[in-house]
């Protein structure tokens, strides 16, 4: 059954920069932020370059004051730059009082600007993940039952809680320090190639080194690995889930040892894994850094040439030096990314697969609405893959009858009742309700119609009232109280210290599979849809209960139609009429 699910992890793996794209399309709603941010960056690293250029401009006109004649300040070189030597004399004018309040106004500017940039990111990252998450909750929704019935929920628990929370690195440190590095990059560029040409270009040349081809090289050799280490913390997660709900059988059959062993070994292998996607981070840093000094020393290297060569002076070598090595740090920013970002993007990945995955059943609306006047089977065939489950199988369920169908485990009888509930659908004939295609009904109109209850109730870490109220939202605790009453668990509840606000545990572990299966019983007559699939209702109670329920479906279903089917004999004296199922085929 589980092999229909479609796994994220057997899809083939998109590229970062489409997985990239497919993120940042989520930001649409909140451009106008990310623009603001990215503004308030670029002039916020603007901010602290131009501190450390001010700062050597400044040390120049203490030097020719100092020794007359040591550098023509004014020289047409130099006033190539972007603050000329007549613009720096016209600040310095009243003295180095100026430049001094020059720089305190830029060092603060560029804290105040970092912090407007890293709040905007923030809002924008959190503001995104709910978003996301949303997504992702509705896409599950219309997912389930079929795309999700036997998945790995410890994965998709990964999912929803520490992928999603890991896309805060792309969303608040990797789209906008993306933008500022290329326009502060950009802006430098034309900074220095005021000074020379080839000192533009060599700067041109360093940026996209350090910003693009370091991280671009070392996030290929790490990508498979990060998608690797999400995928197997994923798996983690569903051991440790798994461990923990079968703790009574560890303990039973005295697996505790090998339990342990399996978890140390999973951990072992999942720190390698981060150990070794910590070397890459290492190596890719140690060559940024090597990178940096590299073209740091070549811009200096090159001036020099060029002040040799009469093509600058002593003012445009200090500065476009000063320049180079104070203006690596949006790019370097984007390096230190991209280890970080083999796993965002894998998790990325992860969370795209869920919200791209087309259900197995889509869900209708708009059609006229249908009341309810009987289902029926019509020479219907369904199969798990290459599992046929139903053959040419047909039945009849008229209104107001109590119909029972009566097999072994795995003749078809729950696969029937998924697909009058629509959890899946038919490969060929039809299934009916009202004697229209199930296919062709709302899906909101046909839950309204039908109460599904299920060989294992699920119950939510919540009191009994709520789980109970589940099958009706917004019920008052009357009507609670007659569902209980008529699922014959209304004076078992009130035996409870805190009576109907009993907290049932996780999972309802406090409570016995037949009161677990009690309270499905009352959702669905609190549900009150003319249409009741019973799967093994009694399955988990003793033969006293079970006439007690039976009693109670007897006198509760009132005209309400009731396929009810179950194993054993003793459940379908209730049924009006019995069939027998046979390997997907009734008699």
Not at 383 to 405: A, F, H, N, W
Not at 434 to 462: C, M, P, W
Not at 528 to 535: N, S
Request: aromatic share 6%.
């Amino acid at each position: 059954m589980s092999g229909q699910n479609i796994s994220y992890e057997k899809r083939s793996r998109r590229s970062g920069i489409r997985i990239m794209g497919r993120l940042i399309g989520l930001v649409r709603p909140l451009l106008p932020v990310m623009l603001l941010a990215v503004a308030l960056g670029t002039i916020g690293y603007l901010c602290a370059i131009f501190l450390t250029i001010l700062a050597g401009y400044g040390l120049l006109h203490i030097l020719r004051e100092s020794v007359p004649g040591l550098m023509n300040f004014g020289s047409a070189a130099s006033e190539a730059g972007f603050l000329s030597g007549t613009v720096l004399s016209t600040l310095l004018k009243p003295g180095l009082g100026m430049l001094f309040v020059l720089l305190i106004l830029l060092a603060v500017l560029r804290g105040i600007l970092h912090y407007g940039e890293q709040y905007c990111n923030h809002f924008i990252a959190f503001k995104l993940l709910a978003i996301i998450r949303h997504k992702v909750f509705a896409a599950l929704r219309k997912l389930c039952p079929a795309k999700l019935e036997g998945r790995d929920k410890g994965n998709l628990i990964s999912v929803i809680t520490s992928d999603i929370e890991l896309l805060e690195v792309f969303y608040a440190h990797t789209i906008s320090p993306v933008a500022i590095a290329a326009l502060t990059s950009l802006v430098m560029v034309l900074f220095i190639g005021r000074f020379s040409v080839w000192a533009g270009l060599l700067a041109l040349a360093g940026y996209l080194a350090v910003g693009a081809a370091i991280p671009l090289y070392f996030g290929s050799r790490g990508g498979e690995k990060g998608m690797e280490f999400r995928s197997d913390f994923g798996e983690l997660n569903s051991f440790l889930l798994d461990s923990l709900r079968g703790l009574d059988e560890t303990i039973q059959y005295r697996q505790g040892e090998t339990r342990k062993k399996q978890m140390e070994e999973r951990s072992e292998a999942l720190a390698g894994m981060q150990k070794e996607l910590n070397r890459l981070e290492a190596a890719q840093r140690s060559v940024t850094n090597l990178a940096i000094l590299l073209f740091s020393f070549a811009m200096l290297f090159l001036m020099l040439c060029l002040k040799q060569a009469g093509l600058a002076d002593v003012t445009a070598v200090l500065i476009a030096s000063v320049a180079m090595m104070g203006s690596f740090g949006p790019v370097t920013a984007l390096a230190s990314l991209s280890n970080n970002l083999n796993q965002t993007l894998a998790s990325g990945e992860r969370v795209l697969s869920i919200l791209e995955e087309a259900p197995q059943v889509e869900e209708v609306e708009g059609m006229d609405a249908v009341s309810f006047s009987g289902a029926e089977a019509e020479d219907v065939n369904f199969s798990y893959e290459e599992e046929q489950i139903l053959k040419d199988y047909s039945i009849r369920i008229p209104k107001g009858k109590v119909v029972g169908i009566h097999g072994a485990s795995g003749s078809g009888k729950s696969t029937l009742l998924k697909l009058l509930m629509r959890f899946w659908d038919v490969q060929s004939g039809q299934v009916k309700l009202s004697g229209r295609d199930v296919r062709g009904i709302n899906t909101s109109d046909l839950r309204s119609k039908e109460a599904y209850v299920t060989q294992e109730t699920v119950l939510f870490h919540d009191s009994i009232a709520n789980n109970i109220a589940v099958g009706k939202p917004g019920a008052s605790r009357e009507e609670i109280m007659e569902a209980a009453r008529k699922a014959s668990i209304h004076d078992f509840i009130l035996t409870l210290p805190n009576g109907y606000d009993t907290q049932v545990g996780e999972l309802g572990d406090t409570l016995s599979g037949g009161e677990r299966q009690r309270i499905g019983i009352a959702r669905a007559f609190l549900h009150d849809a003319p249409f009741l699939l019973l799967d093994e209702p009694t399955s988990n109670l003793d033969s006293l209960n079970e006439g007690i329920i039976l009693k109670s479906l007897k006198e509760g279903k009132g005209d309400k139609t009731v396929l009810l089917v179950s194993h054993r004999r003793s459940t379908l004296n209730l049924a009006d009429v019995v069939y027998e199922m046979d390997n997907g085929r009734v008699s």
